[in-house]
């Protein structure tokens, strides 16, 4: 079992930075992929990036693509979210996910969920 706790969203101006951070508990996240979606109000839930329990491997969104970064660091059981040069379609709330089999774009593939950080940027 692994809980995920997201936090670092807030209200930013347009080209501005956030950072977002997902805390996990359990010994077993260094195991785990990783994934950050997002969910616009009246939108389905997207991927915006994932990582692969190593690091080793990245994937994002194309809309994100260049402005976001995300990373892990599996001593602190944490995975973060750079996210620079925000837009106002970037608005929605963020959230991170676990895959205990590998990484993934499809949301359904993942076990566990975040219970989700709102990003709100403004023009």
């Known amino acids: 079992q692994v809980q995920l706790v997201e936090s670092g969203g807030g209200l930013v101006q347009a080209g501005g930075s956030l950072r977002l951070s997902c805390a996990a508990s359990?010994?077993?996240?260094?195991?785990?992929?990783m994934g950050w979606f997002r969910q616009a109000p009246g939108k389905e839930r997207e991927f915006v990036a994932l990582i692969s329990w190593g690091g080793g491997t990245t994937d994002y969104a194309d809309s994100v693509k260049g402005r976001f970064t995300i990373s892990r660091d599996n001593a602190k059981n944490t995975v973060y979210l750079q996210m620079n040069s925000l837009k106002p379609e970037d608005t929605a709330v963020y959230y991170c996910a676990a895959d205990r089999f590998l990484y993934s774009r499809r949301s359904a593939d993942y076990d566990y969920w975040g219970q989700g950080t709102q990003v709100t940027v403004s023009s």
């Open positions: 359990g010994r077993t996240f260094r195991s785990y992929g």
